[in-house]
């Protein structure tokens, strides 16, 4: 048996332990949760605890888990939604879990040679696609394929983080790092054909080490650049239509990351060390910059940082607060009036969460 034999056997066996775990929790039957919501539903990725919460925004205390299994390899990064389903990309596991929310189930496990899943996207009711970080390519599966196995596949730029769906194509966001983890250069967006994975185009961020990505009610890509963490983020705007850049704007923050952007134009732009910046696509200015940021303040006035941010119809903000150890703080997720950006709530019952949406059903 060759390796990469033995190691997608060894990621099968994997994979069908955790599903059986998974359908044996009595979490999982727990369907009316989702059926007799009122209003919409926050979907919690817990890195840590690596599990799914659910919430329902009307009534936060209100939650459930679904388990991703308890295996070391299993990390969880984040989420993509797409009607009834969520795919998360399990890390280290080297699969990506799709999960039927109305059931409250992981219905399947689809599954890499090898490598680190990382970004994930929907390109339709059935088509999924996924990021190995590790392998440097981009995969495709069905929903409803007959095996487990993400045959399809596509090279790409150097360390794939995540996929987002801009003008009907694929845009994979590339760091474009070596095997230790240097910066080769400027990011790379790599544009795909989603039902062939043919390469449509390929644009350079105008920073380097771009992890996230977003799409505005302007139908533009608004990419954050991380750069070492340390070091003032960026966000490149990117005309998926054309694959050009538009342009490169400076002033998020160091360790700047995920982002999340409303239906009126607002760009979250979340870090770890800082909070969330808040910044107009439409007038291209900052609401809250890194002055006076999003967040859950110490008692000595710092920030707590964050990972991820959504929002609901109404314009509250749910941010996503991974905890420290060394601090003695726990895991959060803070909630934010619309407008005012008060702090109004918060939700406990999250463990490293790493990733946050926010939908209707």
């Known amino acids: 048996m060759n390796r990469n034999s033995l190691l997608r056997r060894m990621a099968l066996v994997a994979a069908t332990a955790l599903l059986a775990a998974c359908e044996g929790d009595s979490t999982g039957g727990e369907r009316p949760f989702i059926l007799d919501a009122d209003g919409e539903i926050g979907l919690v990725v817990n890195s840590t ?12 205390t209100e939650t459930r888990q679904i388990p991703f299994g308890a295996s070391s390899s299993v990390t969880p990064t984040g989420i993509s939604v797409r009607g009834r389903y969520a795919s998360v990309p399990l890390g280290n596991a080297g699969s990506v879990a799709l999960v039927d929310l ?10 890499f040679p090898g490598g680190n899943a990382t970004g994930s996207a929907f390109a339709d009711d059935t088509t999924l696609l996924a990021a190995n970080f590790q392998a440097d390519y981009v995969g495709r599966v069905t929903v409803g394929q007959a095996g487990d196995s993400i045959r399809q596949r596509v090279d790409v730029a150097p360390a794939p983080t ?14 474009n790092l070596d095997d230790k983890f240097q910066r080769i250069g400027n990011g790379v967006v790599t544009f795909l054909d989603p039902r062939t994975l043919q390469v449509q185009g390929v644009v350079r961020t105008g920073d380097t080490n771009p992890t996230n990505a977003a799409v505005g009610p302007d ?28 342009a490169t704007v400076p002033g998020f923050g160091p360790g700047a990351s995920g982002i999340h952007i409303d239906d009126a134009g607002l760009a979250y732009v979340s870090s770890f060390s800082t909070g969330t910046v808040v910044w107009n696509t439409r007038t291209r200015t900052f609401v809250r910059g890194v002055d006076n ?37 726990a895991s959060n997720v803070f909630v934010y009036r619309a407008g005012t950006f008060a702090l109004t709530d918060s939700i406990g019952a999250v463990n490293g969460p790493t990733a946050i949406e926010v939908r209707s059903f």
């Open 49 to 60: 605890g690596k599990y799914l919460t659910l919430f329902h925004t009307d009534r936060p």
């Open 102 to 111: 109305e059931a409250l189930r992981i219905t399947r496990f689809f599954l």
């Open 162 to 175: 995540e996929i987002v769906m801009a003008a009907g194509r694929a845009a994979v966001i590339s760091s």
């Open 219 to 246: 139908n533009l890509l608004y990419v954050v650049n991380t750069r070492d963490y340390t070091a003032d983020g960026s966000v490149t705007i990117i005309n998926p239509q054309t694959m050009t850049v538009v």
């Open 293 to 329: 940021p999003l967040c859950a303040r110490l008692a000595s006035g710092a920030c707590r940082g964050a990972f991820d941010v959504a929002t609901d119809v109404q314009g509250n903000v749910y941010q996503a607060f991974f905890g420290s150890k060394s601090q003695g703080l």
